[in-house]
């Protein structure tokens, strides 16, 4: 099975704090994801990478940058923390050759819950 | 209007009940269904899995689709307290990922 892995289960920092969300996955998947989940919000997407060194933004990139230096790892990026970036951020990958599927089949990590005072 | 809705629940159901769990969506061009499963403080896993429309069953789960409608449907069968999760649809145009559009979720309780 595709293991997607969150290296932080629970985070706590302050305000303006530089924040590091590391993401790795062990299945030489293409794509990787990064998604905040809010209650009564929903899961919306942050940003996105089909490739090595490729970003895309998702719908709400604001106050956040990715790195994607290998493949099999995705980082997420708070460059100065506040408090309304409080929430569980969740890792995914996926592959463009997924059999009998398409490449919106996401595999989750367990993600990481972040609060910032 | 949204694009996916989603009753957000609590739904709570005995042990044993069919419990239907049910999306709406507005954009015709949807093609891609999926319903993922989401344990309180984990991430969400993928149940099912339905192109276009039609049935498809998977041991104690259903997922129905009727485009005509734009209704989908995760029907589970002889529910068990273990089924108590978030169930979250999520829907897209082509097989790409960056097109998926999820529902909110919906917070199922199976009481023993």
């Known amino acids: 099975d595709v293991k997607v892995t969150q290296s932080s289960r629970y985070l706590v920092k302050r305000t303006g704090e530089k924040v590091f969300l590391e993401c790795v996955q062990d299945?030489?998947?293409?794509?990787m994801f990064w998604y905040r989940q809010d209650p009564g919000l929903g899961l919306r997407l942050i940003y996105f990478s089909y490739d090595v060194k490729m970003k895309e933004k998702g719908d709400i990139p604001e106050g956040y940058s990715v790195s994607r230096e290998k493949k099999e790892r995705f980082s997420l990026i708070l460059e100065s923390a506040s408090t309304n970036q409080t929430s569980m951020y969740l890792c995914a990958s996926s592959s463009l050759a997924h059999p009998n599927s398409g490449a919106n089949v996401l595999t989750f990590g367990a993600g990481s819950r972040l609060t910032v005072l | 209007q949204k694009e996916v809705e989603q009753d957000p629940g609590p739904l709570s159901v005995p042990e044993g009940a069919i419990v239907s769990l049910n999306c709406t969506y507005s954009n015709s061009a949807f093609q891609y269904f999926m319903w993922y499963r989401q344990y309180s403080r984990k991430g969400p896993e993928l149940l099912m899995y339905?192109?276009?429309?039609g049935n498809k069953e998977d041991g104690r789960f259903t997922a129905q689709v009727d485009k005509s409608s734009k209704y989908i449907s995760l029907f589970i069968r002889d529910s068990q307290p273990s089924d108590s999760a978030t169930y979250l649809c999520a829907m897209s145009v082509g097989g790409g990922a960056d097109g998926l559009t999820f529902g909110k979720g919906t917070h199922l309780i199976i009481q023993p």
């Open positions: 339905t192109y276009s429309s």
């Open positions: 299945m030489d998947h293409e794509n």
